[in-house]
């Protein structure tokens, strides 16, 4: 099953995202760094807070709150404890690069909550077999636009074309782990469409995606959405495009594989 995933800290856009069929909402805290790296981009850097945490579990007290700390630095351990006392079911960790940080945030989790890293630096990318096996180790997850950077490449979804997903989904299955990769924007859009990523999410076995800011077009509240797109009717529309895509035959999946690695290949060329 794919887990939809939306950022936000609206409390009356979380109530109808997971009344619409979001599963996780994401408060997400991280912001050490982020303008250096991602300043340039055309990308969401959110101002979320802990008061956040607390409305939101609040508001929707039986959905899958997931918060996204700072990357590792002196202070993670009192952001952990308040991330935690605040109500959260998942922390993700950002912008890590060796397994000792995955190690000492497991130990300051202490089994409380889950604990997802996400993998956003070549460095954490090659030093996956050294810690997906910690056992306060839920889950992973692929943050695509800090890794197709770090990795010097030019387009968000370039780690999909040479294998570098496939080897996650790979060690995930071994280590009986459960992963998800990037953001989707609605059906039919996105510069790769949505339609053909989530064919990836399915061939990977991948259980979560983020609904990215194209897909809500940077609207940060219920009316904002609402005004141009009913929530239910394009996850609906989700759901049911995977749930076709489960029953392609092993030859329809490579087959669709090869196709998108060939629009990534165009993309890229054309960037």
Known sequence: MLKLMLITNDVDLASHAFDSGVARIFVD?????????QGHLDTLISKHSFEDISAIREAVPHCELIVRINPFYPKTNDEIEEVIKRGAD????PMFTSAEEISNVCTMIGGRVKF???IETSLALENLELYISEPGVSEIYLGLNDLHLDMGMKFM?????????????????????????GGIARLGEGMLPADVILGEHERLNSNAVILSRTFHRRSESLDDITSFMCLHEEIDKIVNHFKALSKRTEIQRQEDAMILRKKIEKIVRGL
């Open 116 to 118: 997802i890293p996400l």
């Open 29 to 37: 805290l991280e912001i050490n760094g982020k303008y250096e790296r």
């Open 90 to 93: 998942y922390i993700m960790l």
């Open 157 to 181: 979804f370039e780690p999909l074309k040479d294998g570098l997903v496939d080897r996650v989904a790979l060690l995930a299955k071994q280590h009986k782990k459960n992963f998800g990769f």
